[in-house]
């Protein structure tokens, strides 16, 4: 443990698995705090078995779409801590649709919770922050394809387009303050949902990958804890790829 | 200790560095040089600590005036009575 990110306290959207149970992991193991967010009840009781856990990650289950949920949990933490210093907006839902075949539904539940629930996030984050000398941190999950673009993920890109969008504006807004607003824009990433997708056409994937693997969440974790950290304490409206060096 | 308008009063005149003379129903947004994005955030994030609210977003965006911010509060159950 290096103590990165001793006694700050974080908030992680969407920490029930993958990516976002690793930040919220890794950040305890450099010794924060950290409330560990997640839509449904009992997501994240289900992986805090770990001893090594069990102070430092607490569960905090709401909607972030929500604004009467959202604005509970972060006056639970302000009542509890007084402060608030990293969020990481990670929670969100992806649907892949070729054009033509997309959605309404979808479109919109896409852009409710990767959007609207980043904005009122970082809305809420923000009137927290701002009255800490030292500032705080606020880190968007997006992707290299709302960077890049990719078939399929038409809706999902423009989501996570929006998401660098915000990151930039945010950074631009709120720097005079002290917050600092990166975005960290995986790959393809190893989680639960990769498991069930088709082996072969992911090998194809892989081949456009330099570093010849996927990215594990522990490795966008790492990007997130040297975010959260004071290490980048001069590092605003930056989009950083973990993504092994990718040709897309 | 301080009354709860001599609180709000003071959050006023430390984020928008006004005189506390200045601070009557004339007092907006739209009048005051500071009353910018950022001061907005300040002000709010500074009257939600002092009164341990969290203010509705509806409120956020209709908190346009000295007098006005009164009446929101009052509805969090701030009283400017004494």
């Known amino acids: 443990m290096a103590d990165l990110l001793k006694g700050k306290v974080c908030l992680v959207t969407g920490a029930g698995r993958g990516i976002g149970r690793a930040i919220a992991q890794q950040f305890a193991k450099e010794g924060a705090i950290v409330y560990a967010n997640e839509v449904r009840q009992g997501a994240v009781d289900e992986w805090l078995t770990d001893d090594l856990f069990s102070n430092s990650i607490i569960p905090l289950y709401f909607n972030i779409s929500d604004e009467s949920e959202a604005k509970g949990a972060f006056k639970q933490i302000k009542d509890k801590r007084g402060r608030l210093d990293v969020l990481v907006n990670n929670a969100g839902i992806e649907y892949n649709e070729l054009i033509g075949m997309i959605s309404p539904k979808h479109m919109t539940k896409m852009f409710e919770v990767n959007v609207y629930g980043t904005i009122e996030m970082l809305q809420l984050a923000s009137r927290v922050m701002a009255r800490q000398p030292e500032g705080g941190s606020i880190i968007n999950i997006s992707s290299m394809v709302g960077v890049k673009g990719n078939k399929g993920q038409l809706v999902y890109s423009a989501t996570k387009g929006a998401v660098i969008a915000i990151t930039k504006s945010a950074a631009k807004e709120l720097g005079s303050k002290n917050i600092r607003v990166n975005s960290i824009a995986p790959g393809l990433t190893k989680t639960e949902m990769m498991d069930a997708a088709d082996q072969e056409k992911l090998k194809d994937r892989i081949n456009n990958i330099s570093m010849g693997r996927i990215a594990q969440p522990l490795d966008i974790a790492n990007a997130c804890v040297f975010l959260a950290s004071d290490l980048s304490s001069y590092v605003s409206g930056q989009v950083i790829g973990v993504e092994g060096c990718t040709i897309m | ?82």
């Open chain 2, 1 to 82: 200790m301080m009354t709860n308008i001599e609180k709000y009063k003071n959050i006023f005149i430390r984020v928008f560095d006004v005189r506390e003379d200045s601070l009557n129903e004339s007092f907006t947004f739209a009048d005051t040089e500071k009353w910018d994005s950022l001061g907005h955030i300040t002000l709010i994030s500074e009257l939600e600590n002092e009164f341990d609210v969290m203010f509705d977003t509806e409120d956020i965006l209709s908190f346009g005036s000295f007098e006005n911010g009164m009446k929101i509060l009052k509805k969090y159950r701030v009283s400017f009575d004494n």
